[in-house]
């Protein structure tokens, strides 16, 4: 069991780091190629939580123009396009093709979160689309499966979600982002990189600041 623990260890941080920080990446990203959405989600941070004190979870259940942005931020940009590699235990048949039993297969969450026959508008970035839904995470709603479903589900489904809401609302909250000199919403590059997440395939260089200073920051 000794011998197995670094391997299990290195699966956990992997997991519950690169797919938050990529989520929170593509957030911020979103928000800065869409300057209107990003001032709707700042002013319901302002009327929530003022501009005397940071954001604490016991916030976020008020912030619901912000969760719509998590949620529609998950649905563009999965944190695993493809889940995690499953095995079903018996053979079985599935739209009229058949699976042997331990066979390794894997679910392609991309195409079902841009499938037009469930979203409006699929691969446009519209948190309106789930102001007032009732769909969630946790697995019953298909047409929204970034952390997967059933007993397979990812185990950090909690975790992961408040530390995706409460950095990035800490983040548009306390700061106001800008593009570099140059830049505009228009030519940013929206390409991702394949992986077990979806980065940016070329990171982008974002100057934001606040009342008192101005700090540059290059990815």
Not at 33 to 40: G, L, Q
Not at 85 to 96: A, F, L, Q, V
């Amino acid at each position: 069991m000794l011998i197995y623990m670094p391997h299990y260890v290195q699966g956990f941080l992997t997991a519950g780091t690169e797919t938050s920080a990529t989520t929170i990446e593509w957030g911020l990203v979103e928000l800065l190629k869409h300057p209107e959405i990003m001032k709707k989600t700042q002013d319901e941070l302002d009327g929530v939580v003022g501009h005397h004190r940071i954001v604490n979870e016991n916030d976020i259940p008020r912030l619901k123009y912000l969760q719509a942005v998590v949620k529609e931020t998950f649905h563009l940009h999965s944190p695993t396009p493809l889940l995690l590699p499953h095995e079903n235990m018996k053979s079985c048949e599935i739209g009229g093709y058949y699976i042997p039993a331990k066979t390794r297969t894997f679910v392609k969450i991309w195409a079902i979160h841009r499938d037009p026959s469930v979203y409006e508008n699929p691969f446009d970035f519209n948190p309106e689309r789930f102001v007032g839904s009732e769909i969630d995470f946790k697995g019953k709603d298909f047409q929204l499966l970034p952390f997967g479903s059933g007993r397979r589900i990812c185990p950090g489904l909690s975790l992961g979600l408040m530390t995706v809401q409460i950095v990035l609302a800490r983040l548009i909250h306390s700061f106001t982002w800008k593009l570099p000199f140059g830049e505009t919403p228009e030519n940013m590059d929206m390409n991702e990189l394949f992986g077990l997440a979806t980065p940016k395939a070329i990171p982008t260089s974002n100057c934001y600041s606040t009342t008192s200073f101005t700090i540059v920051f290059n990815s």
